[in-house]
Nanobody
Framework: QVQLVESGGGLVQPGGSLKLSCAVS????????MYWVRQGPGTEVEWVSA????????YYAHFVKGRFTISRDAAGNTLSLRMDNVNSYDAAVYYC????????????????????WGQGTQVTVSS
């Protein structure tokens, strides 16, 4: 069993920065993927970034590339998302999620299709 607990959400001004964290407990295999997934008001779930748990290779959605940075500590206990140059489209509930096995899921995979996910943390963008 895996537990994922997000933190770090809050209010950020347009152009500002925020760092989200996800505390990870349980067994993570070396061939899994971890994600940051978001759902904005009235929008579908979409993943913004992913990282392979064995190679630490990272993936980004085009709309956050160059602005967001995903990372995972060496012990595997924390997944982070550094968000820079935030804009209004980034306002959403952000979830930490995990899929088992070697396949990176598509960007519009519903949240309940992930193997595990957290309760989410709200990011609000406003001046």
């Amino acid at each position: 069993q895996v537990q994922l607990v997000e933190s770090g959400g809050g209010l950020v001004q347009p152009g500002g920065s925020l760092k989200l964290s996800c505390a990870v407990s349980g067994t993570i295999n070396s061939n899994d993927y971890m994600y940051w997934v978001r759902q904005g008001p009235g929008t579908e779930v979409e993943w913004v970034s992913a990282i392979h748990t064995g190679t630490y290779k990272t993936y980004y959605a085009h709309f956050v590339k160059g602005r967001f940075t995903i990372s995972r500590d060496a012990a595997g206990n924390t997944l982070s998302l550094r968000m820079d140059n935030v804009n209004s489209y980034d306002a959403a509930v952000y979830y930490c999620a995990l899929t088992r096995g070697p396949v990176l899921v598509s960007s519009t995979t519903p949240l309940n299709h992930y193997s595990y996910w957290g309760q989410g943390t709200q990011v609000t963008v406003s001046s």
